[in-house]
């Protein structure tokens, strides 16, 4: 018989992210828009199926949040409709051998937990790492030696690319697949493309620059966010991690149920 899996949840700025984490790695994974997951409340739609499974074959929902409040509630009340018991994971569930050094309780437990991930996949080491997730912003996060040391926030892609096009008359919405790396691009679509490419790398760069100093050691650079995949074009080289947030998630249910 297969054993109970838990559902995973990470409600973002732009997406709800579900995932089935079952022994030791997730087995499913689904992205929700927020309207899906305020109809999931309603009953009007059933990220389970999609998922490919049913509430009686889980054992609880562990769940992260920096969204709004009104997406928290209505996770809340679909996992009170399921039966589901919800656990919110609040920051300090770590795992053993591992550190979190920001200062500030306001830290996104969305950052901490890809840093959690990546470190775990690098096999939780000493080794130094940047771990950058593209999403609605674009977050660049540095672990060494199973320290979170924390990093920097800026606009993501999107942002960049809308807040041009928004605050000036004449600049136009340039498609986020456009972006290269071009200091000499000659036409305003590439111009933009080639600003927020340099933008968006310049943050990479000063991460692992960084931790080279820091460190004296080469650190691994990992990759997550919807716009990961687009943005792999004006990155140095990385390792993709596609779900790093419900990643992370597994990894501290898994040492907080040892
Ligand atoms: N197929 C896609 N669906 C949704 N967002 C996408 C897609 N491809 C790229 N993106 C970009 O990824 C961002 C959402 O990424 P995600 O990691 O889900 O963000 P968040 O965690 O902030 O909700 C959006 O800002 C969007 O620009
Ligand atoms: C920086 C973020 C907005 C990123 O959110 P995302 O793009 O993943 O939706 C989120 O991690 C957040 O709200 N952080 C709180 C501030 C901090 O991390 O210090």
Redesign the pocket.
């Known amino acids: 018989m297969t054993r109970a899996a838990s559902l995973l949840v990470?409600?973002?700025?732009?997406?709800?992210?579900l995932g089935l984490w079952r022994e030791g790695q997730l087995a499913a994974t689904l992205?929700c828009t927020h309207a899906q997951m305020m109809d999931a409340a309603a009953g009007q739609f059933d990220p389970l199926t999609a998922l490919g499974t049913a509430a009686g074959r889980l054992d609880a929902a562990w769940a992260v949040s920096?969204?709004h409040a009104r997406l928290n509630e209505a996770l809340q009340a679909w996992c009170s409709a399921q039966g589901l018991a919800l656990h919110w994971w609040l920051k300090d569930e770590l795992p053993a051998g591992f550190v979190n050094a920001y200062r500030a309780p306001t830290l996104g437990a969305?950052r901490l937990l890809a840093a959690i991930a990546a470190w775990a996949i690098a096999g939780r080491g000493n080794e130094a790492l940047v771990i950058a997730?593209?999403?609605?912003?674009t977050t660049v996060d540095t672990v060494a030696a199973g320290r979170y040391e924390g990093g920097m926030i800026a606009p993501?892609?999107?942002?960049m690319l809308d807040s041009l096009s928004a605050g000036t008359a004449h600049l136009p919405r340039v498609p986020?697949e456009s972006l290269q790396l071009d200091a000499r691009a000659k036409t305003t679509p590439e111009a933009i493309a080639a600003g927020v490419a340099a933008a968006q790398r310049g943050l990479i760069d000063q991460a692992l620059q960084a931790a080279r100093s820091a460190t004296g050691c080469e650190p691994n650079l990992y990759v997550?966010?919807?716009?990961?995949?687009?943005a792999a074009g004006i990155l140095p080289a990385h390792t993709l991690l596609p779900h790093a947030?419900l990643q992370g998630l597994g990894v501290v249910r898994d040492s907080a149920q040892r």
């Not at 990470?10 to 992210?17: A, E, F, H, L, Q």
């Not at 993501?156 to 942002?159: D, E, R, S, T, V």
């Not at 997550?224 to 687009?230: E, L, P």
């Open positions: 990470d409600i973002g700025n732009s997406r709800v992210k992205a920096v969204g969305d997730s593209f999403g609605t912003a993501g892609i999107a942002l986020a997550s966010g919807g716009a990961a995949v687009g947030v």
